[in-house]
């Protein structure tokens, strides 16, 4: 039997564009697959929709869950933290994309070659969309290796991209209901912090639509970088630091060696005055993935707002 993936698709108010997103789903060419959905209070007529999947689909293949209404990222950890969900390996969905027909079956091979005991997580960049559906670009080619010194700074993979192993997933699970920015970010963080395989596919495995209602963007183009500056001068940026710092604290013997002595750098160079704070943060060995990346960085450092 193929390896079984339990897809996490969280809702809200997403009637408008679920059908093409629960489509493509249908037409994955891995076939075993389960979805379990969990809607945090639609007003729309998404609930119907996902019900009328449920009874096409054949039984336990759809599953409806409640929320715990408190943001998409409380909700997709909610998930993950269900014990009632096991499968080999775990896939996040947004509720407006369309996924490539190979998506899963790709995400598979590279975690099948991985060690089933060392965390694992896939990734990909993404084709761009508008809310009709025309193609308009490609998210940022990320180019260097991923790993815990440039997780705790940036965020290389969507989680709509975003498929790991049952070793992940338990890692995940081990750290718990925490309060942090989003839950792909935090799932990057934490499984390249604690010694897990994370692999960034140059080859799109969806099309990201963008459109009024996203909660978060592709990050590219310069009114996305004016935005990005704008929320790190504003202070977000250390703000949601704080949170991954004070979450990591909850898996801190997890952590490799390597990875506790970056935290240990990383927060306690944050709170230096001016020239130990950029020698500490320097150290620490805090990196992005772009030059204009690394000079907000050094920007953020100065004006400490990382």
């Keep these: 039997m193929k390896p079984s993936v339990a897809i996490l698709l969280c809702t809200f108010n997403g009637q408008r564009y679920l059908k093409e997103q629960l489509n493509s789903f249908d037409t994955q060419d891995h076939h075993n697959w389960t979805l379990w959905a969990s809607d945090d209070g639609s007003t729309d007529n998404t609930i119907d ?3 009328s999947y449920q009874n096409k689909w054949p039984k336990n293949r759809l599953n409806i869950k409640t929320g715990p209404g408190k943001g998409f990222a ?34 598979i091979r590279w975690l099948e070659s991985m060690p089933r005991n060392i965390p694992a997580l896939y990734c990909t960049r993404t084709q761009l969309i508008d809310e009709i559906g025309t193609n308009i670009g490609f998210s940022p080619l990320f180019k260097k290796s991923p790993g815990f010194a440039n997780a705790l700074v940036q965020n290389i993979g969507g989680g709509n991209t975003m498929v790991f192993n049952e070793t992940a997933r338990n890692l995940m699970k081990e750290a718990g209901l925490v309060d942090v920015c989003t839950h792909d970010w935090w799932t990057y ?19 990201y639509r963008q459109h009024g209602a996203n909660l978060c963007g592709s990050n590219q183009g310069w009114l996305a970088r004016v935005v990005r500056i704008r929320m790190l001068w504003q202070g977000r940026f250390r703000q949601w630091n704080e949170k991954h710092i004070q979450a990591l604290q909850k898996i801190r013997p997890q952590l490799t060696l390597e990875s506790a002595q970056t935290l240990a750098r990383f927060s306690k160079a944050r709170e230096k005055a001016l020239l130990p704070r950029i020698y500490g943060l320097k150290r620490s060995g805090i990196y992005r993935q772009t030059l204009l990346g690394n000079l907000g960085l050094v920007f953020g450092a100065v004006f400490k707002r990382i």
């Design 49 to 51: 929709l996902l019900s």
């Design 189 to 207: 963080i934490v499984i390249s912090g604690c010694g897990g395989n994370v692999f960034y596919d140059p080859m799109p495995s969806l099309l």
């Design 74 to 107: 409380a909700n997709f950890l909610a998930l993950l933290n269900n014990g009632a969900i096991n499968a080999d390996y775990y896939a996040y969905s947004d509720q407006d994309d369309i996924w490539n027909r190979s998506k899963l079956s790709r995400a």
